[in-house]
């Protein structure tokens, strides 16, 4: 009887930790649109380029949570000697009622944003635009997964008048499991 239980047990915790290892698995099959956002699902490694920026590099993972009608991020970004400089959380998801995606992200540093973004399955580009801060600032990113394994990405902030007030880009590389 003993080697029963051992035996359940031992079960019982690896299917628990292939349940929270898996997430929710994928994107809900109820909204179709959401099979765009599975580009980010996964763990990637994340080269920088900006001026004035700290950051050169980083790791991000992404899993569906809430039965694949979310997609969570989680990672870090990097200066060049390694030291961690900020930290993030975001979610995707599509919006039905608004036919548009939508995103949510919050840093460690007690920033957070908004945005609302176009899918160009064609081009495999997602295109997002970010709400406008108190100083009237938004961002455009743009994040091309026509090559496989790699998020190629640029984020460009705009002020009120039009005026380019900063960039930064990127290229984010799939890891091998």
Excluded at 34 to 62: C, M, N
Excluded at 84 to 111: C, E, H, N
């Amino acid at each position: 009887m003993r080697p029963l239980i051992v035996a359940s047990t031992v079960l019982a915790f690896l299917a628990c930790q292939w349940a929270a290892m898996a997430g929710d698995g994928g994107p809900s099959d109820k909204v179709p649109e959401l099979k765009a956002l599975d580009h980010y699902a996964g763990s990637w490694d994340v080269e920088i380029t900006s001026k004035g920026l700290p950051f050169t590099k980083g790791k991000v993972t992404a899993k569906w949570i809430l039965d694949g009608r979310f997609l969570q991020q989680a990672g870090e970004l990097q200066a060049k000697d390694g030291s961690t400089v900020l930290k993030y959380s975001s979610l995707m998801t599509y919006d039905p009622a608004k036919k548009v995606y939508r995103s949510w992200i919050f840093l460690s540093d007690g920033q957070a944003g908004d945005s609302e973004a176009t899918w160009n399955a064609k081009g495999r580009v997602m295109t997002s635009v970010g709400r406008k801060d108190e100083k009237g600032v938004f961002s455009t990113t743009t994040a091309d997964f026509s090559e496989a394994g790699v998020e190629n990405w640029k984020i460009v902030y705009t002020d009120g008048t039009g005026k380019v007030v900063s960039e930064m880009s990127g290229k984010n590389t799939r890891q091998k499991k």
